[in-house]
C-alpha cells in the first residue's frame, strides 16, 4: 500500500467501491481508476486491493509510479514490487512478464498517467498472464481494447441554497469536510449556524478530498465561513493566472495554492525546499538539507503537519519519518525552481545522501549495518537520484560513496546483476582520476552550501568501492574478476593500516580462492580476517570469519569441524538478532547435517533458511535454499518436488542475474539426472518448468512437504508443554499469519497474540517467528485444524 496516502475514512466510496470489487472478481482484468488528482484515487484503490486480494493465490501488490517518468522507470518499481531485479538494458520487462506468468495476482499501478509507453506492457501482460488482474489509477484511461474504465468523481456535493442542515451533512463531500476537521478539532461539528459556510467549502472545493481535507485543518485557526471567505479569493485569484491549467486540476491547486499562500515565510521556505526528497524523510534529514542559520526547523515541520500539509508516515526505526503527497510535491516542485533554489537544494541534498552513504559503508561488519541496509533500502530513489546528479557533474568520489552503499545493500538482497553495472559504470567513470595522498581527509560536507566534491579520489573511497565491486564479481561467479578488484584493494588497505576495510578484502579474497580450489589459501585469509576484525572489536565481522572458516572445513570434507564452526557464528548471529545471517548459517548446517546423514535435522534447518531468507528479501539465498533443499527431495525419492524446488532456484537465477557456481551447478545436475531416471524426461521438464511459475511462498510449501514430523527425545520440546490456545497461534504462524490476522482468527487482541507468541518462543527455546513454523511442521501443526 502507499505509504504517503491519507488514512481518513472512505466516505462516500462505498457504491465505487462495490463496484470495483465487484468487476474485478468477475470478468474484468484491467480496471482504470480515473480522475482528477486529489479526487481519492490510491484511497480508492487501496480499499479495493483489501477487498479483492484475500480471493486471489498470490494476493495484490502495489506499485507506486509517481517517481517514474518513463517506461524504464515504471518497470523498474513493477520489478520490484514483483520481486524481479531491474536491469539497466531492456531486459527489465521481460523479466516483469516472466515472473508474473502463472501467478494469480492483483497489480496495482497508481499514478500511471505520466508513464510514456506503458499501455504496452500492460497489453503484454493481459495476453500472455491469464491470471493476473490490472487495478490502475490514472488521470486517463490507458485506451486499450480490454480495459474497464470507472470514474472517480468528486464527491457529491450538497444543495447550498434550498437544503437543511440535515440534508446538507448527509452529502458526502460534507461528510468527509466534517471527518477531517474532527481530526483537527475533536469538538467541530456541522451546525445551523456554519452548515451553508460547510456548504459553500464543499462546493468550491468541487467535492475533492486532498481539497476538503487541507481546507478542514484549518478549523483550528478558522470558523467555517472564513475558510469559505480565503478559498474563494485565492480560486479567483489562481483562475485568473492559470488559464493553460486544465479545468480539472484548477480547484485542486487552488486549496494547494491557498494552503500555502496562508503561511509565514519560514513555513513556505521549508514547504517547497522538501520537495528536493524523493520519498520520505526524517527531521534530522530536513535539517541537514533545508535549513539556513538560526532556522527551527523542526518547529516548522510541526506546523507544517498541523495544517495536513506534510504527513507523518510509518517506517521503520526509532525516528519519525515525514513525506509530502505527491500532488504537494509536485506543486513544492514548482515554487522551488521558481525562486531559483533548485539547484542549491539538489547539492544540499546530493551532499546529505553522500554523507548517509559514509556511513553506511563505516557500518559494514559491525552491529550498526543493518540499521544502514534498512535506510538504504528505503531511501534507494534519493540515493540513486544523487548518484546520477554526482556522474552528471563529474564528481567521481561522491558518485563511488553513493554506489558503495548501494552495492552493500543490493548485495543483501542478492541484486547481483544490477549492483555489477551499476559499480562497473561508476568506477568506470573515475578511472583516470587522480588519488589523493595518504594525508588528506575525505570530502565529509561541512556547513557550506555546496560541498566540494570535484577533485581528488581518497584512497579509502575508492578501496571501499573496488571491495563490493568485488565482493559482487564473487557472487556471480566472475572469480578472475573478483581477484583483480578485491587484490589491489586489500594491498592499499595493508599499506595505509586500514583494519576494517583489509579484513573485508581478506574474508573475500578467501571466497575467491576457496572457490577456485585454493583451500590453503582461502584458510590463510578467512583466519587473516578473523585476526583483523578481532583487532577492531567487530564481533559480527568475526563471526563471519568463523562461519567462512566452515566453509572452508566443509569443502576439505571436515564435515565435524564445519559445523562446529557454523554452530558458534550461528550462536553469535541469533545473539545478535541478525536474521540474513542466521539464514546463511541454518542454509551452512542444513547442508552438512544432510551430508552427515541427518535429512530431518538437515531439512528443517534449510526450512528455517529458506523462510528467513525470504524474510530478508535475499532471493539469492532463496535459490540456494531451494537447491539444497532439493537434494534432500532427491533422497526421499521426491523427485517431482525436486525439481519444483530447482525450478524455483533457476527463475530465481535469471531474474537477478546470478549464475550457479560450478558445484552447485554439479549438485544441481546430481538431482537433475536423478529425477529424469525416475520420472522420464518429459515429466522432469514439466515438474521444473512449473517450479519456475512458483511464487516463494508456494516454493516454501513445497519445501514443507518434506519435513518428516520428529519422534523421540530428538524432536525438542514436547507439543503438550503448549496449551490448546497456544497451538493454535503456532499452527497460525506457520500459515504466516501476523499478530493483527491471529487476532482476528481467535478474536484475541494483537497484544495477546504477541504475549501468547513470547511464551511459546520460550518453552520451545526458539527465537523467531520463522523457527516456531518449522516446529509446527515439524510436528504436524502447519496445518492441522485448530483443537
Given amino acids: 500500500m502507499d505509504a504517503r496516502t491519507v488514512v481518513h475514512d472512505l466516505v462516500g466510496r462505498e457504491t465505487e467501491l462495490a463496484e470495483a470489487r465487484d468487476l474485478l472478481q468477475g470478468p474484468v482484468r484491467l480496471l482504470t481508476l480515473t480522475g482528477p488528482p486529489g479526487v481519492g484515487k490510491t484511497r480508492l484503490a487501496n480499499a479495493v486491493m483489501a477487498a479483492v486480494a484475500p480471493g486471489l493465490a498470490d494476493g495484490a501488490v502495489f506499485a507506486d509510479l509517481t517517481p517514474a517518468r518513463d517506461r524504464h522507470g515504471a518497470l523498474g518499481e513493477i520489478a520490484r514490487v514483483v520481486g524481479v531485479s531491474a536491469d539497466v538494458g531492456r531486459r527489465t520487462g521481460q523479466r516483469v512478464h516472466h515472473a508474473l506468468l ?74 468527509m469536510f466534517a471527518t477531517a476537521a474532527r481530526a483537527a478539532w475533536p469538538g467541530f461539528r456541522v451546525t445551523d449556524g456554519n452548515a451553508a459556510a460547510v456548504a459553500e467549502i464543499c462546493v468550491r472545493l468541487d467535492g475533492l478530498p486532498l481539497a476538503l481535507i487541507l481546507a478542514a485543518a484549518r478549523v483550528r485557526m478558522f470558523s467555517p465561513a472564513d475558510i469559505a471567505a480565503r478559498i474563494r479569493d485565492r480560486t479567483a485569484i489562481l483562475r485568473a493566472t492559470s488559464r ?29 525546499r522538501l520537495s528536493v526528497f524523493e520519498g520520505a524523510w526524517t527531521l534530522r534529514a530536513a535539517e541537514g538539507v533545508t535549513a539556513e542559520p538560526g532556522q527551527d526547523v523542526a518547529r516548522t515541520l510541526e506546523s507544517l503537519v498541523d ?194 576495510r583489509l579484513a573485508m ?112 528479501s535475499d532471493l539469492r539465498g532463496v535459490a540456494s535454499a531451494c537447491e539444497a533443499l532439493a537434494v534432500v527431495a532427491t533422497a526421499r525419492d521426491r523427485h517431482a518436488d525436486a525439481m519444483q524446488l530447482v525450478g524455483v532456484a533457476t527463475g530465481l537465477r535469471l531474474r537477478i542475474d546470478v549464475p550457479l557456481t560450478a558445484d552447485d551447478a554439479a549438485r544441481v545436475d546430481r538431482v537433475d539426472g536423478a529425477a529424469r531416471r525416475s520420472l522420464g524426461d518429459y515429466v522432469a521438464d514439466r515438474e521444473r518448468e512449473s517450479g519456475r511459475r512458483l511464487s516463494v511462498a508456494a516454493a516454501i510449501h513445497v519445501a514443507q512437504r518434506l519435513i518428516t514430523p520428529a519422534a523421540g527425545p530428538s524432536a525438542g520440546p514436547d507439543i503438550t508443554q503448549l496449551t490448546p490456545r497456544e497451538r493454535e497461534v503456532v499452527r497460525l504462524v506457520a500459515q504466516g499469519c501476523t499478530n493483527q490476522q491471529i487476532g482476528r482468527r481467535l478474536d484475541i487482541t494483537p497484544r495477546t497474540a504477541e504475549t501468547h507468541l513470547h511464551h511459546i518462543m520460550g518453552k520451545l527455546d526458539v527465537r523467531s517467528r520463522s523457527e516456531v513454523a518449522v516446529w509446527a511442521t515439524r510436528h504436524s501443526l502447519s496445518t492441522a485444524s485448530p483443537a
Fill in 102 to 175: 502463472e501467478r494469480e495476482l492483483l497489480l496495482v499501478l497508481d499514478n500511471a498517467e505520466q508513464v510514456v509507453g506503458l499501455a504496452d506492457e500492460l497489453t503484454s501482460i493481459l495476453q500472455d498472464c491469464p491470471r493476473v488482474r490490472l487495478l490502475v489509477t490514472s488521470r486517463e484511461r490507458m485506451h486499450l481494447s480490454e480495459e474497464r474504465e470507472l470514474p472517480v468523481e468528486p464527491l457529491a456535493l450538497p444543495v447550498v441554497d434550498a437544503a437543511t442542515t440535515a440534508e446538507i451533512e448527509s452529502a458526502p463531500s460534507v461528510a
Fill in 505 to 616: 578484502a581478506c574474508a573475500f579474497l578467501g571466497h575467491v580462492a576457496r572457490d577456485s580450489g585454493r583451500l590453503d589459501d582461502a584458510r590463510s585469509r578467512h583466519e587473516e580476517a578473523a585476526h583483523l576484525f578481532d583487532g577492531v572489536g567487530s564481533a559480527r565481522g568475526a563471526a563471519w570469519a568463523r562461519f567462512d572458516l566452515g566453509r572452508v572445513a566443509w569443502r576439505r570434507g571436515d564435515l565435524d569441524a564445519a559445523g562446529e564452526l557454523f554452530r558458534v557464528a550461528l550462536r553469535g548471529f541469533r545473539d545478535d538478532g541478525y536474521r540474513w545471517a542466521v539464514a546463511w548459517c541454518a542454509w551452512a548446517l542444513g547442508n552438512v547435517d544432510v551430508e552427515v546423514g541427518h535429512p530431518d535435522d538437515g531439512a528443517g534447518l534449510l526450512l528455517l533458511a529458506l523462510t528467513e531468507f525470504d524474510a530478508t
Fill in 307 to 500: 495544517k495536513s500539509l506534510v504527513q507523518r508516515v510509518a517506517a521503520p526505526g526509532a525516528e519519525a519519518t515525514f513525506a509530502l503527497l505527491a500532488s504537494l510535491r509536485e506543486y513544492a516542485a514548482e515554487q522551488l525552481e521558481a525562486c531559483d533554489e533548485a539547484a542549491l537544494l539538489a547539492e544540499r541534498h546530493a551532499a546529505y545522501c553522500i554523507d548517509v552513504a559514509r556511513r553506511v559503508e563505516t557500518s559494514i561488519g559491525t552491529a550498526r549495518e543493518g540499521v544502514y541496509w534498512s535506510w538504504t533500502t528505503r531511501h534507494e530513489g534519493d540515493l540513486t537520484r544523487s548518484l546520477s546528479r554526482c556522474l552528471a557533474t563529474g564528481r567521481h568520489e561522491g558518485a563511488l560513496v553513493l554506489a558503495t552503499a548501494l552495492g552493500w545493500t543490493w548485495y543483501t538482497r542478492g541484486h547481483l546483476g544490477e549492483a555489477d553495472k551499476v559499480l562497473d559504470r561508476v568506477l568506470t567513470a573515475a578511472d583516470g582520476a587522480e588519488v589523493a595522498d595518504d594525508n588528506d581527509v575525505p570530502d565529509v560536507p561541512d556547513d557550506s552550501d555546496v560541498p566540494d566534491g570535484v577533485g581528488r579520489l581518497h584512497p579509502e573511497v575508492l578501496a571501499a568501492a573496488r571491495i563490493i565491486a568485488g565482493v559482487i564479481a564473487w557472487g556471480r561467479d566472475d572469480l578472475e574478476r573478483a581477484d583483480a578488484l578485491l587484490e589491489p584493494a586489500r594491498a592499499d588497505c595493508a599499506r595505509r593500516d586500514d583494519a576494517r
Fill in 244 to 272: 493553460d491549467v486544465p479545468e480539472r486540476h484548477r480547484s485542486l491547486r487552488a486549496a494547494i495554492s491557498w494552503s500555502e499562500a496562508v503561511l509565514g515565510a519560514d513555513e513556505r521556505r521549508l514547504f517547497r
